[in-house]
C-alpha cells in the first residue's frame, strides 16, 4: 500500500514557476514508477510526465518538454514535478501517481494522491 500528499500547487503568473512535491509512504518507493497527471475542468485527465523507478527514464507529454522536468529522490520517498515558463494552458488540478513497474506505465496507476491545484494567470 502506498499513500501519496502533493504539495506545492498554488497561482502563478504566465511565465513563473512553480514546484510540485510528492511524498509517499510505504519502504518500497523506490520500486515505483512516478508520474504527473493534470486535469483541466472539462478536460480528460492527462498523463504529463513520468520517472522510472531508476530515474533514468523519464516521459513527458508534447505541451511540456523543455518547460516540466520530473525528478525523484528515492532516500526522501519524494517525487518532483519543477514546472517553469508557464502558461495559462496549464491551469489544472496535478495529481501524483504511483505504480509498481520495471517500464513506465501510461495508464493503470494503483496509487494517486488526493491532487494539488495549478492556476496560472494570463
Known amino acids: 500500500q502506498v499513500q501519496l500528499v502533493e504539495s506545492g500547487g498554488g497561482l502563478v503568473q504566465a511565465g513563473g514557476s512553480l514546484r510540485l512535491s510528492c511524498v509517499a509512504s510505504?519502504?518500497?518507493?523506490?520500486?515505483?514508477?512516478m508520474a504527473w497527471f493534470r486535469q483541466a475542468p472539462g478536460k480528460e485527465r492527462e498523463l504529463v510526465a513520468a520517472i522510472d523507478w531508476t530515474g533514468g527514464d523519464t516521459y513527458y507529454v508534447d505541451s511540456v518538454k523543455g518547460r516540466f522536468t520530473i525528478s525523484r529522490d528515492n532516500a526522501k520517498n519524494t517525487a518532483f514535478l519543477q514546472m517553469n515558463s508557464l502558461k495559462p494552458e496549464d491551469t489544472a488540478v496535478y495529481y501524483c501517481?504511483?505504480?509498481?513497474?520495471?517500464?513506465?506505465?501510461?495508464?493503470?496507476?494503483?496509487?494517486w494522491g488526493q491532487g494539488t491545484q495549478v492556476t496560472v494567470s494570463s
Open positions: 501517481a504511483a505504480e509498481r513497474s520495471v517500464t513506465i506505465p501510461f495508464a493503470g496507476y494503483d496509487y
Open positions: 510505504g519502504r518500497t518507493f523506490s520500486r515505483y514508477c
